[in-house]
């Protein structure tokens, strides 16, 4: 059953972008400090995965930790490392994260029927498909699929295998979402209202989105391009009786790292780790190249689009980046990128609280442009599509009202 204060609460957030009306009692130095703990705990477990670590929860604030998790994404995470004696905590926070990893291992398990049987379908109708991040990742790059919440099943495929797949998606009830040039999304059919704003629920709402390309509108209007996907960038991979195809290296960490560039304003720790794990795994494999990455990089002329995240990566868990790739990573990124990501910490990356113009400008390094960007925040757009008047003129206040309260700053804090 739904909360209708649940769905209030998120309405509210909606139209304001103020997480107080998400957590009331929450305030951005409580949870600044619970995020400053587990960016702490959580780079020392995926540097050294044997050894053990506590979390510091001395206060009792076990709902900003909890909460916290829940944002960052890695509450799951947790969890595990506390059932397998690697973290511990006070016992009001073991039994937060416990649950967070409960509903993490059920939505995995449900997450993973509704794959099937979507992958089924598209095989009878002879569609080919590509799966994409969280549905991959979660079961080749975590202890186990339910550490590593998924919200959505990203597939890539071609334009002219669109409508077949809208077919299909039609009849199992699902309702078309959201459309821009690069992907659409449909809803899964039930309500779509999440059944909580403290974790990831294991029966919140589901989508689908249908990614056209691997292309990235960055913020400012830029876009990020990876190349053509060509057939040696794909590998299989089996999903029950149906082989997909995945990405394959360098390209997959290409993308994962451009995709976290392109939220670097709410990049979060769950991402990172991701990425931490997925490089180290790789290159231990010997199935990822530090030569090749930066060559798929540079070619595409991508190598400044992916600086932000595994700067933020290497970070997190010093080492993982090859010291000539990071040198070289940061020869190639202009300075206004860097001097930005400079001024932020993994702990930090994730401005739920407060953001910074900055890290919307930084992408784009002439006048002219950032004068088109302010233009068109007069006039705002929701990807392709014009808001009315009276709707372009509400988001412009709360703009200005973010600017004037102090939610939204010039610059991010050193």
């Known amino acids: ?18 997480p107080r009306f998400l957590w009331p009692d929450m305030t951005g130095e409580r949870f600044a400090s619970a995020m400053a703990e587990l960016a702490r705990v959580t780079a020392a477990l995926v540097d050294r995965p044997a050894s053990r670590a506590s979390i510091h929860d001395t206060a009792g604030d076990t709902r900003a930790i909890s909460i916290a998790a829940f944002t960052a994404g890695i509450g799951p995470l947790l969890g595990y490392w506390m059932e397998t004696g690697q973290l511990t905590a006070s016992d009001a926070t073991a039994e937060a994260l416990a649950t967070h990893l409960d509903h993490g ?81 449909w809803r899964a059919p039930g309500p779509q209202v999440p059944l909580s704003l403290e974790l990831t629920h294991c029966d919140n709402p589901w989508e689908v989105d249908l990614h056209l390309t691997l292309d990235r509108r ?20 089996q999903v029950g009786p149906v082989d997909v195809h995945v990405l394959a290296q360098p390209l997959l960490a290409a993308y994962l790292a451009v995709h976290v560039s392109n939220h670097f304003e709410m990049a979060s720790l769950l991402r990172l780790v991701e990425l931490a794990q997925m490089l180290r795994a790789d290159v231990q494999r010997a199935t990822l190249d530090w030569t090749a990455l930066a060559q798929r990089l540079n070619d595409s002329a991508a ?25 070289r990573l940061r020869e190639q990124t202009p300075p206004a990128v860097k001097q930005c990501v400079d001024r932020t910490d993994p702990a930090s990356a994730m401005q739920l609280f407060q953001r910074s113009v900055e ?3 930084m992408w784009l390094p002439s006048w002219q442009a950032r004068a088109r960007w302010f233009l068109r925040r007069l006039w705002p757009h929701d990807g392709d599509h014009l808001h009315s008047p009276m709707e372009a003129f509400r988001i412009t206040l709360e703009r200005v009202r973010r600017l004037v309260t102090g939610q939204m700053k010039w610059k991010r804090p050193s």
Do not use: C
């Open 105 to 185: 291992r059920r939505r995995a398990k449900r997450l993973q029927s509704e794959l099937d049987v979507l992958l089924r379908r598209f095989d009878n109708e002879g569609v080919p498909v590509t799966l994409l991040k969280g549905m991959h990742t979660a079961w080749v790059y975590f202890p186990e699929p339910g550490t590593r919440p998924v919200a959505d099943i990203d597939l890539l495929i071609k334009r002219d295998a669109l409508p077949a797949i809208n077919r299909v998606l039609g009849g199992l009830g699902f309702t078309r979402g959201g459309r821009v040039r690069e992907r659409e999304t």
């Open 303 to 327: 190598t400044a689009f992916a600086f932000p995240s595994l700067e933020l990566v290497e970070r997190l868990v010093p080492g993982t980046l090859d010291p000539a790739f990071h040198a």
């Open 1 to 18: 059953m739904i909360d209708t204060s649940t769905a209030q609460r998120l309405r509210r957030f909606r139209r304001s972008w103020n």
């Open 218 to 237: 960055m913020v400012g209007g830029v876009t990020a391009s990876l190349g053509p996907v060509r057939p040696s960038d794909l590998r299989q991979w």
């Open 359 to 361: 890290a919307k400008l």
